[in-house]
C-alpha cells in the first residue's frame, strides 16, 4: 500500500509565530517552540513529524507564506 | 523514513510564490492580508502573466503592498484606487490591472470611484479585504463594522440608530449592470483559501478574456483591531462576520445568482 | 503646415491636445470649461489618434486617473475650472509626490466657494504656492491667447516630462471663451509602446517587461531621510526650471519708467492700459510673466534699476503682488489693482489706478 509522508519547513525567522496554521493541519503535527526567532516570536515547528501528510493545509494559511510543504510516496 | 529524505527539492509540493518578494510582510501575526497577498500573485504566476500585471494599492494597512507583490504597482490615495486603475486598463487595454483595496478605503472614502468602475465595467479586478475596521490607522469603526461590534470610534458597539448600518458594497455592486461577476470568499482556514484561490483565479481569467469587472471580497480578519489572538479572531470572523457576510458567488457571467 | 482656424480657446487647447499625441483626457464638466470635454467628445480622438476620452465621475476620480496613466508612461490631460481644481488638490498633490508628468488645465472662474461663472484670476496663490498638502509646486503657464492656449500644450507635456511634474496651465474665463485666430500644427503620433519604454521604462508601471524588476508608483517614504531626499529632489527640480525655463515678455519696457505686471487676460488688458499711457506721454512697459511658477524674480528687480514704481493688475484681490514685492525687495514701490467677482476691468480703470496709486503718489 502507498503511503505518503510528508514535511514542512518553516522559515524560522519569518514566522511571526501567529499559530494559525496549528489548528489549520488536520494531523496535529505542529507545535509552536519555547525558544523566541530574532524577532521575538515563539515559531512553528513539526513537533509531531510522523503524522504528517504533506497535504499542505499549514502552508495555504499561513499569511506570511513561511511553510515550505514536501512530501513523497512510498511503496 | 528520515526527515531528511524527505526535505529534497525533488519532494517540494508547496512554497511561497516567487511574486512574493522576501520583504517581511508589515502586517500584524496572523493577519489576513498576506494570505490575500500571496493568493493573488500565485495566480499571476500561474497563469504566467506577471509581465503584463499592473496592481493597485490602497491607503490602509497594505499601502505596502508593492513592497511585497513582486509585480509593477502604483500606490494610490486613499479609496482611488479604482480610479487609477480605469485609467491604466483604458490607456492598456491588454493588461491585467488590479486593485486591492481595505474596507475603509473601498466602502467608505472610496466609495464613488468605486462604484463608478463598477458600473462602467472596466476590465479590471477589485480584491476587497473586509475585515469591519480600519485597521491602519487603530481599529476605528469602519462602513463595514457590525451591529454592536466595537471599535475604538464605536467603544460602546456600532449603534446602528446613529452610526448607521454596515454597508454591503459587494451586494450592491453585484446589482449593477456592468459588473461581469461578483463573489465573497475567506481566507482563515485551508478550506476557505482554497476556494479564494479559485474565486481570484477566476476573475483574473474575466481579464483575460476582456469579460469587464470581477469583484472579489474576501472577508478577513483584524485581530489588532478586534483585540483578540488570530485563532480567536478567525473563530470570530467564522461565527460573527460569515452569517453577516455570507459567502459564495453572487454574480455569476454578468447573472445574479443570489440576492 | 499648420491649420489656421477660428476656436474657441477652451477648443483650441482640445484640439491641440489631439494633434499633440496625447493619450488620454480625463474630466468632468464645470463653467466656464465644459467645452474641452465637449469637444473631445464630439471629435471622438479614439479613431483619429487612438487618444482616450473619459467623462469622470468627479473631479477626484478625474485626476486620480490622470495619476494611474501618467504612472505607466502615457501622456495626459485633465481640465476644470477653480471648485474642480480644488478637489483635484488631492490627486496633484500625490502627483507632485510621485513625481508623474501630467498637464492640468484650470480656467479659473471667480471664487470662493461656488463663485461665480464669470473670470477671475484669484486662482493664483492656489496655482503657484502649491495648492495641495505637502512641499511642492506645479510649472505653471498661463495663456494670454487663444493661440498660447493651444501652443502650451505641448510645451506643458515637455516640462512635464523633462521634470516629472504636474504642470499646471493657468487660464480664465475670457481666454477660455474667446473666440480667435489659431494655427494649429500637424498631427503627432501618439508615443509607441517601444517609445514609452525607451522615455519612461526606467519608472512607468507598463508591467514587468522582459522580466524587468519591478517598477513602482508611490508618493510614500516611511523613512523620515528617504522623505526628506525626496522632497530636495523635488526643490532641486524647482532651482533647474528657474535657471532654465523661466518664460516671459516684456512690452515696451525699454524706456519705461513705470511698470505694470499682469498676467493672462490681464496681460492684455494692461496692453491696452499701456497705449492709454503712452498717447499721455507717460511711459509704462508691461512685463508678462509666462511662467508663474518659477516666477521671474531676477526680472523684475532688474526692471527697479529703471523703474519708479510697479502696478500688479490682476483680476483678484492682489496675489501676484506678494511674489512682485518679495522679489523687487522694496527697491520700489509695488501696488496691486484689480477688479473680481467676475468684473473684468478696463484700460482705463487700470491708468486711472496706475496714476492714483503710483505716479501721485
Ligand atoms: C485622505 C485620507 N484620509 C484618512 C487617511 C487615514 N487612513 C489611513 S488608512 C485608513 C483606513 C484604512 O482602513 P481599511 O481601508 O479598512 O484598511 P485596513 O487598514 O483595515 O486594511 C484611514 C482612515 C488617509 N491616509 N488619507
Ligand atoms: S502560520 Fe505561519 S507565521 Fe503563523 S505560526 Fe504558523 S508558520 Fe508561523
Ligand atoms: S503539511 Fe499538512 S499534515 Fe503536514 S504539517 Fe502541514 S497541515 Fe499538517
Ligand atoms: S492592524 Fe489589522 S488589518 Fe492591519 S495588519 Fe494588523 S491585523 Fe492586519
Redesign the pocket.
Known amino acids: 500500500m502507498a503511503k505518503i509522508k510528508g514535511a514542512i519547513v ?1 522559515d524560522i525567522e519569518k ?8 489548528p489549520a493541519c488536520p494531523s496535529d503535527v ?1 507545535g509552536m517552540s519555547k525558544e523566541v526567532n530574532g524577532k521575538g516570536y515563539h ?2 515547528y513539526m513537533a509531531n513529524p510522523d503524522a504528517c501528510t504533506g497535504c499542505s493545509n ?1 502552508a495555504i ?4 507564506g ?2 515550505s510543504v514536501y512530501k513523497v510516496k512510498m511503496d | 523514513m528520515d526527515i531528511k529524505d524527505i526535505i529534497k527539492p525533488e519532494n517540494l509540493v508547496y512554497t511561497k510564490t516567487k511574486l512574493m518578494t522576501d520583504n517581511a510582510l508589515s502586517y500584524c ?2 493577519c489576513g492580508h498576506g494570505t490575500a497577498h500571496r493568493l493573488t500573485m500565485e495566480v499571476i504566476e500561474e497563469m504566467g502573466v506577471e509581465a503584463d500585471t499592473i496592481g493597485v494599492a490602497p491607503v490602509g494597512c497594505s499601502v505596502l503592498a508593492y513592497d511585497f507583490m513582486n509585480v509593477d504597482m502604483q500606490q494610490a490615495a486613499h479609496g482611488r484606487a479604482p480610479a487609477l486603475a480605469t485609467a491604466i486598463s483604458r490607456t492598456w487595454p491588454d493588461k491585467y490591472v488590479f486593485t486591492y483595496q481595505g474596507d475603509g478605503d473601498l466602502a467608505a472614502i472610496g466609495t464613488a470611484e468605486t462604484i463608478h468602475a463598477c458600473n462602467r465595467g472596466e476590465n479590471i479586478v477589485i480584491i476587497f479585504v473586509n475585515n469591519g475596521i480600519y485597521g491602519m490607522t487603530g481599529g476605528q469603526m469602519a462602513p463595514t463594522t457590525l451591529p454592536g461590534m466595537p471599535s475604538s470610534t464605536s467603544p460602546y458597539g456600532r449603534d446602528t440608530a446613529k452610526m448607521g448600518f454596515p454597508l454591503k458594497m459587494t451586494e450592491l455592486i453585484a446589482n449593477l449592470p456592468g459588473v461581469y461577476s461578483v463573489t465573497r470568499q475567506a481566507v482563515h482556514t485551508p478550506k476557505h483559501v482554497r476556494k479564494a484561490k479559485k474565486a481570484i483565479r477566476q476573475a483574473f481569467e474575466n481579464t483575460r478574456l476582456k469579460r469587464g469587472l470581477s469583484f472579489v471580497e474576501i472577508v478577513s480578519n483584524c485581530n489588532s483591531g478586534w483585540k483578540m489572538t488570530p485563532n480567536q479572531a478567525n473563530e470570530w470572523l467564522e461565527e460573527n462576520m460569515l452569517s453577516f457576510y455570507e459567502l459564495g458567488d453572487i454574480k455569476v457571467e454578468g447573472q445574479l445568482v443570489k440576492k | 503646415m499648420a491649420e489656421l482656424k477660428l476656436m474657441k480657446g477652451n477648443e483650441a487647447i482640445a484640439e491641440a491636445a489631439i494633434r499633440a499625441g496625447v493619450d488620454a483626457y480625463f474630466g468632468y464638466p464645470i463653467t466656464p470649461q465644459s467645452e474641452v470635454i465637449e469637444y473631445l467628445m464630439s471629435e471622438q480622438p479614439e479613431f483619429r489618434t487612438g487618444m482616450v476620452v473619459l467623462q469622470a465621475e468627479s473631479e477626484v476620480a478625474a485626476i486620480n486617473m490622470v495619476y494611474g496613466a501618467a504612472g505607466t508612461g502615457k501622456k495626459v490631460l485633465t481640465s476644470s475650472s477653480s471648485p474642480g481644481i480644488s478637489l483635484k488638490q488631492e490627486g496633484i498633490s500625490y502627483l507632485a509626490g510621485a513625481e508623474l508628468p501630467a498637464v492640468i488645465l484650470n480656467v479659473v472662474r471667480g471664487g470662493p466657494g461656488l463663485g461665480t461663472i464669470q473670470p477671475s484670476q484669484a486662482d493664483y496663490f492656489q496655482s503657484v504656492k502649491g495648492g495641495g498638502h505637502g512641499d511642492y509646486h506645479m510649472y505653471v503657464l498661463a495663456p494670454a491667447s487663444v493661440q498660447e492656449m493651444a501652443d502650451f500644450v505641448e510645451d506643458a507635456f515637455e516640462m512635464a516630462y523633462k521634470y516629472l511634474t504636474p504642470v499646471l496651465i493657468l487660464s480664465d474665463g475670457i481666454i477660455g471663451q474667446m473666440m480667435e485666430k489659431v494655427y494649429l500644427k500637424d498631427q503627432q503620433p501618439r508615443w509607441t509602446d517601444e517609445e514609452i519604454q525607451k522615455i519612461s521604462g526606467k519608472w512607468a508601471t507598463t508591467g514587468r517587461i522582459g522580466g524587468r524588476e519591478r517598477n513602482i508608483i508611490t508618493s510614500l517614504d516611511l523613512q523620515s531621510e528617504k522623505m526628506e531626499a525626496r522632497v530636495h529632489r523635488l526643490q532641486a527640480k524647482y532651482k533647474k526650471m528657474a535657471e532654465e525655463d523661466l518664460r516671459f515678455e516684456k512690452i515696451q519696457c525699454d524706456d519705461a519708467e513705470y511698470l505694470i505686471v499682469a498676467y493672462g487676460s490681464s496681460a492684455r488688458i494692461a496692453q491696452k492700459t499701456v497705449d492709454l499711457a503712452r498717447e499721455k506721454g507717460i511711459k509704462v512697459g508691461l512685463f508678462r510673466p509666462i511662467t508663474l511658477f518659477p516666477f521671474p524674480k531676477n526680472q523684475l528687480m532688474e526692471m527697479t534699476k529703471q523703474v519708479k514704481g510697479i502696478l500688479s493688475v490682476e483680476l483678484n484681490m492682489g496675489q501676484m503682488v506678494e511674489d512682485i514685492r518679495l522679489s523687487v525687495e522694496h527697491k520700489v514701490p509695488v501696488e496691486h489693482f484689480g477688479r473680481t467677482g467676475g468684473i473684468i476691468h478696463t484700460p482705463e480703470e487700470v491708468l486711472a489706478a496706475l496714476e492714483q496709486k503710483i505716479i501721485k503718489r
Do not use: S
Request: aromatic share 4%.
Open positions: 518553516v514566522c511571526k509565530g501567529c499559530e494559525v496554521c496549528v505542529i515559531y512553528a499549514c494559511v499561513c499569511p506570511d513561511v511553510i | 501575526p496572523g
